[in-house]
């Protein structure tokens, strides 16, 4: 490939449109990223999941420049702690070495194969993480324009130009930068000039000029856009999932991105991809280090030891997490088999759905410890396609995951007879947002800087001293500013304009037979059903979003609560289910609440509607779910290592960089009836969704939950495993030292890439001891298997996420309580079973 | 471009349709091919189901726009079906998918060229 600057154009070059194609796959190889606002966890390696999962990594450490593993001295700890257990990292070893009869062959009198292997992965020294990378200046380069391009209102003066698209408005403006003047010379000058000024033209003219071949142009182009996934994966968020209004007035496509990096490659100063250090150890090091002299071996025997040492320390991870998978598993699945007989019927006092969220889990349990509640998981937006626009709020909230589009516009308005309450509340944000403007304009006025500072410095400090020492205090001072917005205002289910109706009646129909059909929920609910949300509770926190609800959009799932409830309380809504064969008793009340998973209190909502006759239920259950937030803060206490206080003051304490634990050490989503899993401690690690195999003869309802709520869980699950596996690639690195960057992201230090993945104080505990085990997800489905297996083979998501192992299946078969593992397409299929045939789980163990 | 006469005499301009079958997931794949071929408006056809190579598409299920099939039928002038088509043979070297090619009549050709309203 020819790396000189030239500035002529060849004669054949890709038309536009085959440029527009090349770029849109080249764009697939980075996920988009959400803005902080709405925090949504994607798989960092999305662009890789066509390949099986090992190979995946692989690659991926190639083109990211990451690692492969955590170091091996991490797993070690975990085996010395039974979190891996070694009968199975010795299995897993053998499956490796090819089998029990290669693994076993003698390499020295008393030393096998599997013996160096195992002396691999436990004793031999391997290699620390390797130190933060620096970034090379061409990327720093193109991250320091985007970062000027795409800032949303926090820089005083805006970048320029922003109109003509990002290209061209860099173009504009680097005959002006002295590091690119720097960088690409007198020559990369001329370039600027030259080069064509329609994005998608000069990729092509670029392309040709470079004279990348054909068959390589779609690899090579994604080679680019992963050299900043970050800002890519901004690009493809504004391109595909953001409201046309926030890009408006700056255009940005990936064309222009890759437009920007083929100019630099055409100035011929490209840096060189990223090479991942080798770390396999010498032949002879692993002979001696096992008590060996290589030169005394035989070849036969030296081509064994040489086998053993070319592993690299990536495979060895891959071993060591399949060890955990199968130590995870092997403790989960034989209690689930034990437990399919249903219990005899009894109608609970009251009924609580729940989100699946990992940490709906141990505060459902606690709660059904309590008193005859039955709790049921559903994906937390309650099957609701909605936007909302919150009074006073700029832009809509997109309250659904991002697999969806919004189907209803919905508006918040006040509730009858708290209308006094809200206009107070309209002011006192309206307020707010003026003063907060003017001190924002004022403290970057170059004349009013200093002055700003003078004047509202005293009272700063006051604020300061009262958020630092007493922060439940300050927050407490700061609610009374304000009554508490759920009090008087709600999500409209019916607009005054009976033309902007956000639901028809069908529609409403439709949202809540789902939740029956799909949970199966039985239509004899109890006299109160809560339909619980849930959100997080962090101040001064970048990343507070992602404690919020995934399958909102990462918002407080509290809105779509009250919706579907609102729905299900309306008389023509429940004649409508009537017909459906739903006839809900006349008895039954529908509640909205919300979870705050930082404090584990629950807020009920709309509390003013519930009937007379159910206050006496309502006081008994709210009692309930008091006792059951104190059980489960005190246990999640534990794990952050604090008094269970301790938790409500990091929910409004500006210094805490761990308010909770998140969704960390997730690692199964479990889809079956609550009584299957109710008896076995999961310990905060599952996803839940209920599930009735009987009311879903068809599978559609299983097939919606795992190309839907599981997709979710996956991406969850993978963002968690990779931000752990390498925190500087996949992750954000230490919150201490980040930046946040014009309300979208941020940044470590004063440059560089936008930060995809977790915080470093997400996985990690302060002593840098990983709190989050990375492993794949396991689902556990409580199905027929042949039912089971009909949907997977209908739906090529699931083909690919189960086949190339990025989730493990497990199909629990309710007639027999027998347990089958869905083999994926690598492994060896035993002899006379199809392809995609389940086999039992004992026969892989 | 050819103008003809159909069966109820009115006056029809001779253009090219496509119609493309695509996983779900790639929609914004060919949505990049249109707008950049300029073709000014197509339907899309979503949650389609058919028989392929790979067996039988089922439709998309209800929580995920990406399952499933969509279909998009655009019409607009050879040179720029032309285009798309190119554009798609290089995509479908990478992505799963079908595509036809016809000749269509149209009442209005004013309605399928570049900055016109999408139809």
């Known amino acids: ?845 | 471009m050819m103008t003809g006469t159909d069966p109820i005499r009115l006056p029809t301009h001779r253009l090219k349709k496509i119609e493309i079958v695509v996983h779900a997931a790639d929609q914004g794949l060919v949505e990049d091919l249109l707008k950049a071929a300029g073709v000014g408006g197509w339907t899309i056809i979503r949650d389609v189901a058919g028989m392929g190579h790979g067996g039988f598409h089922q439709g998309k299920t209800i929580f995920n726009d990406a399952s499933g099939l969509v279909m998009f039928v655009g019409v607009a002038g050879a040179a720029a079906i032309g285009e798309v088509a190119r554009g798609l043979a290089r995509m479908f070297e990478q992505r799963a998918g079908v595509t036809f090619l016809s000749d269509v009549e149209v009442i209005r050709s004013d309605y399928f060229t570049p900055g016109a309203e999408a139809g």
């Open chain 1, 1 to 845: 490939m020819n790396m000189m600057a030239q500035i002529t154009a060849p004669e054949r070059q890709l038309s536009r449109t085959e440029v527009a194609g090349l770029v849109a796959l080249a764009a697939r190889r980075v996920p988009p990223l959400w803005p902080l606002a709405s925090a949504i966890a994607t798989n960092p390696l999305a662009g890789f999941e066509h390949l099986p999962f090992a190979e995946a990594v692989a690659s991926a450490a190639r083109q990211f420049g990451a690692a492969a593993t955590l170091p091996l001295d991490h797993w070690r700890n975990w085996l010395a702690a039974g979190r891996v257990d070694q009968a199975a990292l010795r299995s897993a070893a053998v499956t490796r070495l090819g089998g029990i009869y290669r693994a076993s062959a003698p390499v020295a009198a008393g030393l096998s194969r599997l013996d160096l292997l195992l002396a691999r992965l436990l004793t031999m020294p391997s290699p620390a993480a390797a130190p933060p990378r620096r970034l090379a200046d061409d990327a720093a380069l193109i991250a320091k324009w985007c970062a000027a391009f795409f800032d949303r209102g926090q820089a005083a003066v805006p970048m320029p130009h922003r109109e003509l698209g990002l290209y061209r408005a860099v173009l504009a403006l680097l005959p002006h930068d002295r590091a690119f003047t720097a960088l690409a010379g007198p020559a990369g000058r001329r370039l600027l000039l030259a080069v064509p000024r329609d994005p998608l033209a000069a990729v092509a003219e670029g392309l040709a000029v470079l004279d990348v071949p054909g068959g390589e142009i779609s690899e090579w182009l994604a080679g680019l856009v992963a050299r900043l996934p970050g800002w890519a994966g901004h690009i493809r968020w504004r391109s595909e999932h953001a409201d046309p209004e926030l890009s408006a007035g700056a255009p940005a496509t990936m064309a222009d991105l890759l437009a920007l990096w083929l100019l630099l490659a055409r100035a011929g100063v490209l840096s060189p991809a990223p090479a991942a250090p080798d770390t396999r150890p010498m032949p002879a090091a692993l002979a001696a280090h096992c008590g060996l002299d290589l030169a005394r071996l035989g070849p036969d025997r030296q081509v064994m030891v040489e086998e053993v040492a070319r592993l690299d320390d990536a495979t060895l991870g891959q071993l060591f997490m399949a060890a955990a998978e199968q130590t995870y598993l092997e403790g989960l699945v034989p209690q689930l088999e034990r437990a399919i007989t249903p219990p005899q019927a009894s109608r609970p006092a009251a009924q609580l759905v729940f989100c699946i969220d990992v940490r709906s889990e141990p505060f459902r349990r606690a709660l059904e410890a309590e008193g005859p509640y039955e709790t049921l998981g559903y994906a937390g937006f309650f099957g609701l396609p909605i936007a909302l626009r919150r009074d006073g709020a700029p832009h809509r909230e997109r309250l659904l995951p991002v697999l969806l589009a919004p189907q209803h516009d919905l508006a918040e308005a006040p509730l009858p007879g708290h209308e006094a309450q809200a206009a107070r509340l309209a002011a006192a944000q309206a307020t707010g947002r003026h003063a907060a403007s003017l001190f924002a304009t004022a403290k970057q006025g170059p004349a009013t800087a200093f002055a700003t500072a003078e004047a509202t410095g005293p009272l700063a400090a006051v604020l300061m001293a009262g958020r630092t020492l007493a922060p439940r205090l300050a927050r407490r001072l700061q609610a009374r500013l304000a009554p508490p917005r759920e009090e008087a205002l709600a999500p409209a289910l019916h607009h005054h304009d009976p033309a902007r109706t956000p639901f028809s009646l069908a529609e409403q129909v439709g949202y809540a037979a789902t939740l029956f059909r799909l949970t199966g929920l039985p239509a004899q609910t109890a006299r109160l059903v809560v339909l619980t949300g849930h959100g997080g509770a962090a101040v001064n926190n970048p990343y507070a979003a992602a404690l919020d609800c995934g399958a909102c959009g990462g918002h407080p799932g509290g809105a779509n609560a009250r919706v579907l409830a609102a729905m299900l309380n309306t008389p023509e809504v429940r004649a409508g289910l009537a017909a459906q064969g739903l006839a809900l008793p006349a008895e039954s009340w529908f509640l909205a609440a919300e979870h705050n998973t930082t404090t584990d209190a629950v807020t009920l909502f709309d509390r003013d509607a519930v009937p007379s006759s159910h206050l006496a239920d309502l006081a008994q259950l709210e009692s309930a779910l008091a006792r059951a937030g104190a059980t489960n803060r005190a246990r999640r206490a534990r794990l952050l290592g604090r008094t269970p206080d301790a938790l409500i003051s990091a929910a409004c304490d500006w210094a805490e960089v761990r308010p909770e634990w998140g969704l960390a050490s997730n690692a199964a989503f479990v889809v079956g009836p609550r009584w299957w899993s109710r008896d076995v401690d999961l310990a905060g690690r599952a996803f839940l969704h209920s599930y009735d195999w009987q009311t879903d003869p068809d599978g559609a309802a299983l097939a919606t939950i795992l190309t839907a709520p599981m997709v979710v869980a996956q991406w969850i699950n993978c963002q968690y495993l990779f931000s752990t596996l390498d925190n500087q690639a996949y992750g954000s690195g230490d919150k201490t030292t980040q930046n946040v960057l014009g309300g979208i992201g941020v940044i470590q230090g004063n440059g560089g890439d936008l930060r995809i993945g977790l915080p470093r104080q997400s996985l990690f505990d302060d002593a840098g001891t990983p709190f989050h085990l990375p492993q794949r997800l396991l689902t556990v489905v409580l199905a027929p298997p042949d039912r089971v297996a009909r949907v997977v083979a209908a739906s090529p998501i699931l083909g690919q996420l189960f086949g190339k192992g990025w989730v493990r299946l497990v199909v629990v078969d309710p007639a027999t309580g027998q347990a089958r593992r869905w083999r994926d397409d690598s492994e060896a299929a035993p002899e006379g079973t199809l392809p995609h045939e389940i086999v039992w789980t004992q026969e892989t163990a």
